[in-house]
């Protein structure tokens, strides 16, 4: 897979096989379980993103939880399936993908229980004891011992249909709270008075028999994978199950049934561990209480992504097998970067957890930050390694603003070998906001994102990066350049204008009242003792500020029209250790409430749904978090004029990122690549249709699988000639077809 060449010894540990039951890991690298938006309801993306890994290196690569009953609904999230053979026939692409590039398959075999919704099935759901669950809000009925052998039934027969279309590897999950075999072992949810609960042997026996009923049934076709939460993380109560206790006795007990553990540690919200409160495998510390007890291969994630980290963690036994979802999210093509001595060229996991943002939101589709290609693998064609070539690669082009879209942009086109790319920034640094937001507190990984196009754009002798140059339109008038990209980003809105009354708030104009750029990038002191800042946004900045401030010593009070301070942020899976983090600071938080006006030492404001409960607070200054503004006058002067730029040779001006609309960092970074992507199309700023899976009234099944799973293979030359069509050009060709036959 990796060719004639040999790693760096200090990294030969990651690159040993390893055998797991009957099958062999050709390396030490393993995509965890981790969701996707996509599952079978998307059966080509789900495939070709999954492949993708397997292309990139790692020796085994898994799905997202897969449903094993019907009762196991999780809409609108969506899940894998493997309830009849409707499901077999939509992840076996997913296999083959996969077995393409020599890897192991491998599939999250799960039952919600008291996790379920129900949302589309209608039915009820089990669990061991009937309790109302936090995460969905539902309740279940109580197992009896005819419902726990039916539901044991189910994962066998899932397990079966698995093997048959190829999987290797058949986890059966007890993590994260959303199973069935945790929810058994946890006294949270099982209040059982029966063999099936008190003791730890007693709340191990589902597990147990489930285990031992799918490995008689895939004998040894499948290895059989623990997917094990070891401790409940922040439950300190008597309820809690610890690792020193519990996790270590369900070690033992079933070490001897499994072929390899697959290890975490807390509820999702730690699990999927954000970089502003977690460092790299923080979890180490409960895996070594385990450790000893384990005979079998240890896998485990940490946000890996640096190759010595990995390497210590192999090397001391701690773990065997480096598991990793959102850092393959960001990179595919770690193994292989690690294997060839190219570790500068990761693109790193920032762990800003905007991919778990997508699912939690109601089950969207996956993003990320870092990767623009994530997800579109199948789609639109993208490859985060191959760029196609292009018929307009001497065409110079000007791209103005160097944050996540200008960065992006520029690198894309200097990958596809644009000629002459120029790059320019006003400041003397590129980054454009990323520069410093990352300065703010627990952010310092957000930094991530420029430093890996920093130096990946240094390594593009066709690509110009000129800082301290602020281009006025008669500058890009005589540039000389025919294509014209702005992105010249957002700013925050000073007048306080925000989406819920879309209007200026009187009184903003003082000269006590602040952006967070003006404290940030413009280093202004805040004055006097109490501060108040008003949060519209609801994401990462108004908190961060309101942080910032109190650890300076401030007394701040944080204002919020929603219902929740940070209300996105509970998304990321960051709003409980935002709100502690807060808390602990003595940040005064205020709900629900829309302030209408600032003086001089006091801000008024009314609660969200009742204008006559009027509140007041003292404050000596105030920072309005409110709405970003795009800086779009560049390109408004631009493009006023169009006989201007037909004289000066420009036949386009395009904008991009924030400087069209403001949004998350993510998809600034995919409107840079796509349009970098696409530039060479009639009309760049429209996007190129992409492939929407979905079934047609009237076609049949080989009709629809002819169009949509054969028409985008991706191996796709870096050096593509004019005469192969692009991926772009494949997925355009394949959205016509569908649309008119």
């Known amino acids: 897979m990796f060719g004639p060449m040999a790693p760096d010894p200090r990294h030969a540990p990651l690159f040993e096989p390893i055998r797991v039951g009957n099958k062999i890991f050709r390396n030490r690298f393993y995509v965890a379980p981790h969701c996707s938006g996509l599952g079978v309801e998307y059966p080509g993306a789900q495939a070709y993103l999954r492949g993708m890994r397997a292309e990139g290196g790692w020796a085994a690569v898994n799905t997202e939880y897969c449903a094993v009953d019907a009762e196991s609904d999780d809409a609108p999230w969506v899940q894998a399936r493997l309830i009849d053979q409707r499901d077999q026939a939509n992840l076996r692409l997913m296999v083959e993908r996969v077995h393409q590039f020599d890897a192991l398959a491998g599939v999250q075999l799960v039952y919600m229980g008291a996790d379920h919704t129900g949302f589309v099935t209608r039915l009820p759901a089990g669990g061991p004891s009937q309790v109302t669950s936090a995460m969905s809000g539902h309740s279940c009925y109580a197992l009896d011992k005819q419902d726990i052998r039916r539901i044991q039934r189910s994962y066998v027969e899932a397990a079966i249909r698995a093997r048959d279309i190829g999987f290797d590897l058949v986890q059966i999950a007890a993590r994260e709270g959303f199973s069935l075999p945790l929810q058994f072992l946890w006294k949270y949810w099982n209040h059982r008075t029966d063999e099936y609960g008190g003791s730890i042997e007693n709340r191990t026996r589902f597990w147990r028999e489930t285990i031992e009923q799918v490995r008689e049934a895939v004998g040894d076709d499948c290895a059989i994978v623990a997917g094990f939460c070891l401790d409940s993380f922040n439950d300190e109560s008597d309820r809690a199950f610890k690792v020193s206790d519990d996790g270590i006795a369900v070690v033992e007990l079933l070490d001897d049934m499994v072929d390899l553990w697959d290890m975490q540690v807390g509820h999702l919200e730690d699990d999927v561990s954000s970089s502003r409160f977690f460092e790299p495998f923080w979890q180490r510390s409960y895996i070594e209480q385990v450790r000893p007890y384990a005979k079998k291969p240890i896998a485990a994630v940490g946000r890996f992504t640096d190759p010595e980290l990995m390497a210590r963690a192999i090397k001391d036994g701690v773990i065997d097998i480096i598991g990793a979802a959102r850092p393959a999210i960001a990179d595919p093509f770690i193994p292989t970067k690690i294997f060839e001595g190219r570790g500068d060229d990761i693109r790193e996991c920032i762990g800003c957890n905007i991919c778990v943002?997508?699912?939690?939101?109601?089950?969207?589709?996956?993003?990320?930050?870092?990767?623009?290609?994530?997800?579109?693998?199948?789609?639109?064609?993208?490859?985060?390694?191959?760029?196609?070539?292009?018929?307009?690669?001497?065409?110079?082009?000007?791209?103005?603003?160097?944050?996540?879209?200008?960065?992006?942009?520029?690198?894309?086109?200097?990958?596809?070998?644009?000629?002459?790319?120029?790059?320019?920034?006003?400041?003397?640094?590129?980054?454009?906001?990323?520069?410093?937001?990352?300065?703010?507190?627990?952010?310092?990984?957000?930094?991530?994102?420029?430093?890996?196009?920093?130096?990946?754009?240094?390594?593009?002798?066709?690509?110009?990066?000129?800082?301290?140059?602020?281009?006025?339109?008669?500058?890009?008038?005589?540039?000389?350049?025919?294509?014209?990209?702005?992105?010249?980003?957002?700013?925050?809105?000073?007048?306080?204008?925000?989406?819920?009354?879309?209007?200026?708030?009187?009184?903003?104009?003082?000269?006590?009242?602040?952006?967070?750029?003006?404290?940030?990038?413009?280093?202004?002191?805040?004055?006097?003792?109490?501060?108040?800042?008003?949060?519209?946004?609801?994401?990462?900045?108004?908190?961060?500020?309101?942080?910032?401030?109190?650890?300076?010593?401030?007394?701040?009070?944080?204002v919020s029209p929603s219902d929740q301070i940070g209300s996105y942020l509970f998304f990321t899976d960051e709003g409980g250790h935002v709100h502690h983090n807060l808390l602990k600071l003595d940040v005064e938080l205020v709900p629900s409430h829309v302030v209408t006006s600032i003086e001089r030492g006091l801000v008024r404001g009314h609660n969200s749904y009742h204008?006559?409960?009027?509140?007041?607070?003292?404050?000596?200054?105030?920072?309005?978090?409110?709405?970003?503004?795009?800086?779009?006058?560049?390109?408004?002067?631009?493009?006023?004029?169009?006989?201007?730029?037909?004289?000066?040779?420009?036949?386009?001006?395009?904008?991009i990122g924030d400087c069209l609309e403001p949004r998350v960092i993510a998809e600034s970074v995919f409107d840079g690549h796509r349009l970098a992507r696409e530039i060479d199309t009639s009309n760049p700023a429209v996007p190129l249709p992409f492939i929407r899976e979905q079934r047609i009234l009237g076609w049949d099944a080989d009709a629809y699988d002819s169009e949509l799973t054969h028409t985008l293979p991706l191996e796709v030359s870096s050096h593509t000639t004019a005469t192969v069509k692009s991926p772009q050009d494949r997925c355009a060709d394949a959205f016509h077809s569908i649309r008119h036959g």
Not at 535 to 558: N, Q, W
């Open 611 to 655: 204008s006559g409960k009027v509140s007041e607070w003292p404050a000596d200054s105030v920072v309005l978090v409110t709405q970003r503004l795009s800086r779009s006058s560049l390109y408004d002067e631009l493009t006023r004029s169009p006989e201007l730029l037909e004289e000066n040779g420009i036949t386009r001006v395009l904008r």
């Open 357 to 558: 943002s997508r699912f939690n939101n109601g089950g969207g589709r996956i993003v990320c930050t870092q990767n623009a290609t994530v997800g579109e693998e199948y789609r639109r064609g993208w490859h985060p390694e191959q760029f196609n070539e292009s018929e307009m690669a001497e065409e110079p082009i000007l791209i103005i603003g160097a944050g996540p879209a200008g960065m992006e942009c520029a690198r894309v086109l200097g990958e596809r070998g644009f000629a002459n790319v120029h790059l320019v920034e006003r400041d003397d640094h590129i980054g454009g906001h990323v520069s410093w937001i990352s300065e703010l507190p627990g952010l310092r990984t957000w930094r991530r994102v420029v430093e890996y196009r920093e130096s990946q754009l240094h390594k593009l002798t066709n690509v110009a990066v000129l800082t301290g140059q602020n281009l006025s339109a008669d500058d890009v008038l005589d540039y000389g350049a025919s294509t014209v990209i702005v992105a010249t980003g957002a700013e925050w809105d000073p007048s306080g204008a925000n989406p819920i009354t879309h209007a200026p708030i009187p009184g903003a104009d003082a000269d006590f009242v602040y952006t967070p750029e003006q404290i940030m990038l413009d280093g202004i002191e805040v004055p006097g003792d109490r501060v108040l800042v008003y949060d519209c946004d609801g994401y990462f900045m108004g908190s961060s500020i309101a942080e910032k401030l109190a650890s300076e010593g401030k007394a701040v009070t944080l």
